[in-house]
Structures are given as structure tokens and as C-alpha cells.
């Protein structure tokens, strides 16, 4: 992978333009959601409630959640109440709440904390250096069926490649765009005598 000196983040390559699938709207407002600075108090105050419910597996989603206490603090501003309670409700958690615009742009290139990314197709064409290659640890509930009720959390290292680099607008209450590599993972296999093998996710 091509490296150089940490500078700002650069887009290159082809310019592209096409409407997000239903599916892949809820998903990116979830990640966002679930990832943005904007949002970090919050999430630290929906995880308390969460906790303090005593009902986590039919808690409300984080997106759900939000747009409710939304809709609470404008009832309270409404009705001239004090919401000091809450996290501080800026125009860019409005605006993050309210999801991101159906049309995104996507390009084929990125220059990133000072290293090159390439979209696989143009890999693919390639033969020689390869920059669609991504690595990521992630957090993943699982258990032996369906009936076990003990749930086990554990990080599992994943490797992947880069189909799509978004560039994501946001335009509700505040605008801004953000920057999303759309990815396909595979969870790598540690254990036992096939050790090296990887598994498609």
C-alpha cells in the first residue's frame, strides 16, 4: 500500500452519482449514528437509560430513541420547561438524527492520514500494487444456538476489501458531508487446524 506524509484527506478518481437503496439508508444513518463525535454524549446517555431499564433486548433502537427525546425536548422548549437534563441538542445532532440526503457521490480514490485507498475494481485491473486492502477489529455477540440465552462478546479481528468510497451529505438543520468506505468483510479464522482460512461475511 502506497504511504506519504500525513496531509488532509483527498478524493480522487472518477466522479459518480446514484440514489442509496432503503436498506442502505438505514444502515448508514445507523453507522453514523453509531460512530459520529456528534453524537458520543448521546449515545452515553441512551446506553445509562438502556442499562437502567431492566428491558435491554426490547429497548428501542439508538435511532428510535432519538427522534423521541427529540421530540420530548421540543415538547418542554414548547412549553417553556428547563431540558438541562438532557445532552446538549446542537443542529448537527438534528441534522444527524434526521439521516442522511437520498444521493450520494462516490469516488473511485482517497488520500487518508497520509495513505492511498483504491476502490477493488481498479485493483482488480491492476497487477502490481494492491490499495483496496482494509483490517478492523469489531465487538460481536454470539452464542451456540438459538435457545442459549448466555451471550458472548468478544473482538474478531476482520480483513476486507474497498468497493465503494461515499461521500455522504447531510443538509436538515446544519450541512455538511462525511466520508464513508462501503466494504466487504471477511472474519479471519484463529482457531483450530484450518487457522489461516476466512470465512465470507
Not at 446514484?18 to 448508514?28: A, D, G, N, S, V
Not at 446538549?88 to 445532532?93: A, G, Q
Not at 482517497?110 to 485491473?125: A, P
Request: proline share 2%; with cysteine; glycine share 4%.
Amino acid at each position: 500500500m502506497e504511504e506519504r506524509e500525513e496531509e488532509e484527506d483527498r478524493l480522487t478518481g472518477a466522479i459518480k452519482t446514484r440514489m442509496l437503496l432503503p436498506t442502505e439508508l438505514i444502515q448508514l444513518t445507523t453507522f453514523m449514528l453509531n460512530n459520529s463525535n456528534v453524537m458520543e454524549k448521546w449515545r452515553n446517555f441512551y446506553e445509562n437509560a438502556k442499562s437502567m431499564s431492566g428491558r435491554s433486548r426490547i429497548f428501542p433502537t439508538f435511532h428510535k430513541y432519538m427522534k423521541e427525546k427529540l421530540a420530548e425536548v421540543d415538547q418542554l422548549l414548547a412549553q417553556g420547561e428547563s431540558i438541562a437534563c438532557f445532552p446538549e441538542i446542537t443542529d448537527d445532532v438534528r441534522t444527524m438524527v434526521h439521516g442522511p440526503l437520498r444521493v450520494v457521490t462516490t469516488r473511485s480514490a482517497m488520500w487518508t492520514q497520509g495513505r492511498h485507498f483504491r476502490i477493488s475494481s481498479l485493483d482488480e485491473k491492476r497487477g502490481r500494487t494492491f490499495d483496496c486492502g482494509v483490517q478492523g477489529q469489531f465487538i460481536q455477540d454470539s452464542r451456540s444456538s438459538r435457545h442459549d440465552r448466555n451471550i458472548v462478546r468478544d473482538i474478531v479481528p476482520h480483513y476486507g476489501k474497498l468497493e465503494e468510497i461515499l461521500v455522504v451529505s447531510y443538509d436538515a438543520h446544519s450541512k455538511f458531508e462525511e466520508y464513508v468506505f462501503k466494504c466487504k468483510w471477511f472474519k479471519v479464522n484463529l482457531a483450530g487446524a484450518n487457522c489461516t482460512s476466512t470465512k465470507a461475511i
